[in-house]
């Protein structure tokens, strides 16, 4: 298990585009990826879930990951939330 | 063919969400209500009921699919992002497992589990106070009515169907089908519900779609096929309009079509009459993302930036990293032009929910503007420091909303101190000194205009507010809204003094509500000695191209005239009679009012 905080720092926030991105990089790795608020955790593969989340800027995220690809996977998703969507992950 | 159907003329009046003018028949698109009935089926049924579900899975994604190659306007395109969004809803393992194992252990109607599984999930997005994540869950209806449209085996009535030429007419467009929406096709758009942030705004306008939205239950009145006239710009819907509708819209049209010739280019020229009077074309954005639509079209700079949109879309009060990145790509964007920020004009119920106002009576003598600002001053302090760390990157100064008294913007100078004094202990640069301006939209502030002249460094007058207090005028009340007039002499004589005061003083006057943008207001305006007009982006290069066409020496006579009218029909008389040697401005009563419109003559040569 590895995890890791971000802050959300596109604006307004993870609304549609940036959570279809999100989705899609998480897809990316075998590991069972967690991403969560204070109100509420949910899977990062799943776009209705990163949307119920409601992430707006300046949101603190916990990701978790677990699986033989843990470390990447968390590391991917950082990188991505904190260059506000704007790279390649 | 329109059936020849005698109906009543009835004009409805929403808000103008994507502009332009429009004639067509009316098709009303039926938000199909499918009802779904809760049944339970047989152990042996339920593995008929799960395939039944991935085959309209299955469809469903087929369909977005064919839709989006068809469309074919590549992933930059915002339509066929909300098809590619609802696409991976459909794609949602998370969710098909949600729905699956409810049929599998309720041993439910496939149908019914996926209303039931997708509408809860709609509500939950719509209990969101973000306007942002709220509207999500009109993409999660959508995806809803799709699924079940394959599982029930009915297709929806969809935009893309409608005869070329059609007005569509609905209680709300779904997002996917918005981005089938092309100008050949849908002549306009008119709606029952929806916001300027909804899809349907952004896609319309995108499109060049006029639309006209949040009709209300108007739009139930309007007949199949009936004949609809569509001013996007003014919000205007005229059902079974009459010859003189017609006439009155063909006119506008062919003289619209002159405009935009002749306005073509004036966006790089300065803002300047015919005679030389220097009348400087600002813009009024509520957005960061709305500053280079506004260089483009021409703006000399930023008059009034809103800031409430930060609260309208929060959760919470913005963070003062997220204000400054806003502020700073306004200022950036206008390098070294004025960017006139305007402090959070918040208060009355529609912030309630966010700010713990408790409700008022009256909100609009209650707690807004400045006195929310000076009752806040923990909010207060971040938007200022906010502002002073952006003024680091161009010209900004800080306008205080609705002021009312001396006291108010002393108060508020201290803060504006303060905020400077700790970012400077803190190491942070912020410039020497920022310059501060008030709003002009109280009677008392005018009639102290003098005394607050000589503690600001410019007024800018907000005449929406200014009218209506001037005159004690709700405009949204119908039965009253006729007294709204910004040619009433007694607004006039209120500019008047605020000018005079400022030239006194030697500070700058702007005008920043819907006056100066609207004919004849704005001419009045500088009659009355304002050289600094902030407008929506949309008509700076209207009014700029305007202004370049007329004498404004002549203003000045024009002005003096009105204010020594006796009412509003005396001023609109002056008017009409001293801007009748311009044959291009055209005057004439509509619905009982006199309106007066830029008609640029056909075959009318290019400027001087």
């Known amino acids: 298990m590895y995890e890791a905080r971000v802050e959300v720092r596109n604006d307004p926030g993870i609304h549609a585009r940036p959570a279809a991105i999100l989705v899609q990089t998480a897809s990316r790795f075998s590991s069972e990826i967690h991403v969560a608020t204070e109100a509420l955790e949910v899977n990062a593969k799943s776009i209705m879930g990163v949307m119920m989340l409601a992430a707006e800027t300046g949101t603190l995220l916990t990701i978790r990951a677990q699986g033989s690809d843990e470390r990447a996977a968390v590391e991917a998703l950082v990188r991505l939330i904190e260059a506000r969507f704007e790279i390649e992950a | 063919m329109p059936k020849k159907r005698k109906s009543k003329r009835i004009r409805l009046v929403g808000m103008g969400a994507s502009p332009g003018l429009a004639q067509g028949p009316a098709r009303i698109l039926v938000s199909r209500q499918q009802h779904v009935p809760r049944r339970t089926v047989s152990l042996q049924e339920v593995g008929a009921e799960i395939r039944r579900f991935r085959t309209a899975l299955r469809r469903a994604r087929a369909e977005i699919r064919e839709m989006r190659e068809r469309l074919g306007r590549g992933v930059e395109d915002p339509g066929d992002q909300i098809l590619a969004s609802h696409q991976m809803i459909l794609q949602d393992r998370e969710l098909n497992r949600e729905i699956v194992l409810a049929i599998k252990r309720e041993r439910m109607d496939a149908a019914y589990v996926v209303r039931r599984a997708l509408l809860a999930k709609a509500r939950y997005f719509e209990s969101l106070p973000s306007e942002f994540f709220r509207s999500r869950a009109a993409d999660i209806e959508d995806v809803e009515r799709r699924l079940l449209s394959h599982l029930l085996g009915t297709g929806p009535a969809t935009v893309a169907q409608v ?92 003289s619209e079509a002159r405009v935009a010739t002749l306005i ?162 803190e190491g942070v640069a912020v410039p020497t000194s920022v310059a501060v301006g008030v709003m002009i939209e109280t009677p008392s502030a005018v009639l102290m205009s003098d005394v607050l002249a000589r503690e600001v460094d410019f007024f800018s007058i907000g005449s929406n507010d200014l009218i209506q207090y001037s005159l004690a005028v709700d405009r949204g009340n119908e039965r009253i809204a006729e007294l709204y007039d910004a ?122």
């Not at chain 2, 009709?215 to 007949?223: D, F, M, Y």
């Open chain 2, 163 to 254: 005869p070329a030429g059609s007005v569509v007419v609905a209680s709300e467009i779904p997002p996917s089908e918005t981005a089938a929406l092309d100008r050949e096709r849908v002549a306009a758009l008119v709606t029952e519900h929806g916001t300027l942030t909804s899809h349907v705004t952004i896609m319309a306008r995108s499109r060049g779609v006029p639309a006209v939205i949040g009709l209300g239950e108007a739009v139930k009145e309007i007949p199949e096929e009936e004949t609809l006239l569509v001013d996007g710009e003014r919000g205007l819907v005229i059902v079974a309009p009459n010859e003189s509708d017609l006439r009155h819209y063909r006119e506008r049209e062919a």
């Open chain 2, 264 to 425: 073509a280019g004036s966006e790089q020229l300065p803002g300047e009459m015919r005679d030389g009077v220097r009348v400087e074309l600002l813009a009024n954005v509520e957005r960061p993302e709305d500053a280079s639509p506004a260089l483009a079209a021409g703006a000399e700079g930023i008059g009034l930036f809103r800031t409430e949109f930060f609260f309208m879309d929060a959760t919470r009060f913005p963070p003062e990293d997220a204000q400054r990145a806003a502020y700073e790509e306004v200022a950036r964007a206008f390098a070294g032009r004025p960017v006139v920020i305007r402090t959070m004009d918040l208060g009355g119920d529609k912030y309630a929910a966010l700010m713990g106002v408790p409700h008022e009576a009256n909100p609009f003598l209650g707690l807004r503007g400045i006195r929310f600002c000076l009752a806040h001053p923990e909010l207060f302090l971040v938007q200022l420091r906010a502002i002073l760390r952006a003024a680091q990157q161009g010209n900004v100064r800080i306008l205080l909303p609705m002021v009312s008294q001396l006291g108010e913007l002393r108060a508020a100078r201290d803060w504006i101190d303060q905020a400077a004094e700790h970012l400077r202990r």
């Open chain 2, 487 to 608: 040619l009433d002499p007694a607004v006039l004589r209120a500019i008047d003094l605020t000018v005079r005061n400022a030239q006194a003083s030697e500070i700058p006057v702007a005008s920043c509500g819907e006056m100066s943008g609207e004919l004849p207001g704005l001419l009045l305006l500088i009659g009355l000695g304002v050289r600094q007009l902030s407008v929506a982006p949309l008509l700076v290069p209207r009014v700029k191209g305007l202004l370049r066409r007329l004498p404004g020496a002549r203003l000045t006579d024009l002005a003096q005239a009105c204010l020594q009218a006796g009412d509003r029909r005396e001023v609109w008389e002056r008017v009409r009679q001293g801007l009748s040697e311009f044959p291009e401005l055209h005057f004439e009563q509509r619905d009982g009012r006199w309106i007066c419109q830029w008609r640029p003559p056909a075959g009318g040569g290019g400027e001087r």
